[in-house]
T-cell receptor
């Protein structure tokens, strides 16, 4: 079974802090994703990585950056956390196939609160 | 641009009854995929069912079936014989089209509550 893990389930940070959210997958997937989930807005894509050191902006990249130095690990970085970044963050991975069938496998999520 | 619409913020159903969760989509692509995910209160997204745009039969997975009406651009999830454990958020999603197969576009979700 695919396993996607995230470094923290709950995280509380202060405004202005630099925040790292880590995601690791164990199935050698090429593609990895970071979403944020807010009530009434569903899941919105922040960043996407299609391979090591490759990244692409999603729909809401402002205020975030990412790092993918190893295939299994994809990090989301909040350079200077703000209260409007309080949210649920979900990481996902999938095997690159070029097919429309592209199930993504999700981690358990990190609930981030910025005070 | 692709779009997924889920118009039901919340639904209630009695245990053992069937329930339909609505999903409509918009795309100009001929080849696309439709997915349903379940998110319990624990937060993890669980894949339930997939329907390809060229699939002639409606997808089924156990108690889940997908009522795919291509002309109406709808992909409703039907849960038969609801159980208390079905209480969760449900998200409809669509793959990004033949030139953008890597990404999923999600709807805003429907919260289902199953009562005894």
């Amino acid at each position: 079974d695919v396993k996607v893990t995230q470094s923290s389930r709950y995280l509380v940070k202060r405004t202005g802090e630099k925040v790292f959210l880590e995601c690791v997958q164990d199935m050698d997937h090429e593609n990895m994703f970071w979403y944020r989930q807010d009530p009434g807005l569903g899941l919105r894509l922040i960043y996407f990585s299609y391979d090591v050191k490759m990244k692409e902006k999603g729909d809401i990249p402002e205020g975030y950056s990412v790092s993918r130095e190893k295939k299994e690990r994809f990090s989301l970085i909040l350079e200077s956390a703000s209260t409007n970044q309080t949210s649920m963050y979900l990481c996902a991975s999938r095997k690159s196939s070029g097919l429309v069938y592209n199930e993504q496998f999700f981690g358990p999520g990190t609930r981030l609160t910025v005070l | 641009a692709q779009k997924i619409t889920q118009t039901q913020p919340g639904m209630f159903v009695q245990e053992k009854e069937a329930v339909t969760l609505d999903c409509t989509y918009d795309t100009s692509d001929q080849s696309y995929g439709l997915f349903w995910y379940k998110q319990p209160s624990s937060g993890e997204m669980i894949f339930l069912i997939y329907q390809g745009s060229y699939d002639e039969q409606n997808a089924t997975e156990g108690r889940y079936s997908l009522n795919f009406q291509k002309a109406r651009k709808s992909a409703n999830l039907v849960i038969s014989a609801s159980q208390l454990g079905d209480s969760a958020m449900y998200f409809c999603a669509m793959s990004g089209g033949i030139y953008n197969t890597d990404k999923l576009i999600f709807g805003t979700g429907t919260r289902l509550q199953v009562f005894p």
